[in-house]
Nanobody
Framework: QVQLVESGGGLVQPGGSLRLSCAAS????????MAWYRQAPGKQRELVAS???????NYPDSVKGRFTISRDIAKNTVYLQMNSLKPEDTAVYYC?????????WGQGTQVTVSS
């Protein structure tokens, strides 16, 4: 069991930037992986960035070069820096933390990219 507290998100113009934050707390066990997912209305939830405790990161082609995930292991906190945002990035963004003992999700944060 782990609780995720998200912050960030909001309305941004195309080409702008946002940084999302997610802090995990309450877990008695180490978190193996943290990630960000997004889901637009009527769409499947998709992975946008992931980071392992060893520092490996993964991005789909749709965000590669624009989004950067970073992780503060000591604080159990993960960030998503989003640059050069496009209208198609509009979605609810969810933080995810998982280990052998849990798979937890944040409440979701709306990101809207529009003029």
């Amino acid at each position: 069991q782990v609780q995720l507290v998200e912050s960030g998100g909001g309305l941004v113009q195309p080409g702008g930037s946002l940084r999302l934050s997610c802090a995990a707390s309450g877990s008695k066990f180490s978190i193996n992986d943290m990630a960000w997912y997004r889901q637009a209305p009527g769409k499947q939830r998709e992975l946008v960035a992931s980071a392992t405790s060893g520092g490996s990161t993964n991005y789909p082609d749709s965000v590669k070069g624009r989004f950067t995930i970073s992780r503060d292991i000591a604080k159990n906190t993960v960030y998503l820096q989003m640059n050069s945002l496009k209208p198609e990035d509009t979605a609810v963004y969810y933080c995810n933390a998982r280990s052998a003992f849990f798979n937890s999700w944040g409440q979701g944060t709306q990101v809207t990219v529009s003029s």
